[in-house]
């Protein structure tokens, strides 16, 4: 009886562990070893919410560069695009598991925002820099917008509502 208590409680223990380095919520308060991604804490951050950002809504209209950096973080056939299916829940038959909110650049800068799902749904955001002729990642961070529109991801970055990540474990 004892050895069945001892591998519980082993088991417990090497269950919180992981879901910490998964960096997921528990109940309504997350376990996030990293700052929130705020303009007051980073520059990335800063610029996005200061900065006058030509947005698009279509990934066709990226500069042909900086699309292929996004896409080599998340393959198009990954992510779904205005009307195309996208699987907020499961993912079934042609539903995409992430759904692309809005996208944006300024000089040498492009973010991309989108929705995961197929899971517990929450937002990524992608940035990338110009570096000579290059588009180059610079941060991801996770969070939740809950809405399309760009007012709605600036007051979500102000609100500390995103965490900058270091593995793509949940983009």
Do not use: C
């Not at 001892?6 to 090497?14: D, R």
């Not at 705020?38 to 520059?43: R, S």
């Not at 992510?79 to 598991?97: H, Y």
């Not at 000089?107 to 929450?122: C, I, R």
């Amino acid at each position: 009886m004892k050895r069945l208590s001892v591998l519980a409680m082993l088991f417990a223990m090497s269950v919180g562990e992981v879901l910490a380095d998964a960096r997921v919520s528990l109940g309504r308060k997350p376990v996030w070893p990293e700052p929130p991604f705020t303009p007051e804490k980073h520059t990335y951050a800063q610029r996005l919410v200061s900065g006058r950002f030509a947005l698009v809504r279509d990934l066709r209209s990226m500069d042909p560069s900086a699309r292929a950096a996004f896409h080599k973080m998340v393959p198009r056939r990954q992510i779904a695009v205005g009307n195309e299916p996208f699987g907020a829940t499961d993912i079934v038959g042609d539903a995409r598991p992430r759904r692309l909110r809005i996208a944006g650049h300024d000089s040498d800068l492009w973010f991309v925002l989108y929705e995961v799902g197929a899971g517990p749904n929450h937002d990524a955001v992608l940035i990338f820099q110009r570096h000579g002729a290059r588009w180059q990642q610079v941060l991801a961070a996770i969070g939740y917008v809950g809405s399309d529109d760009y007012p709605s991801f600036l007051r979500a970055l102000k609100r500390g509502k995103f965490h900058e990540v270091f593995t793509d474990l949940n983009l």
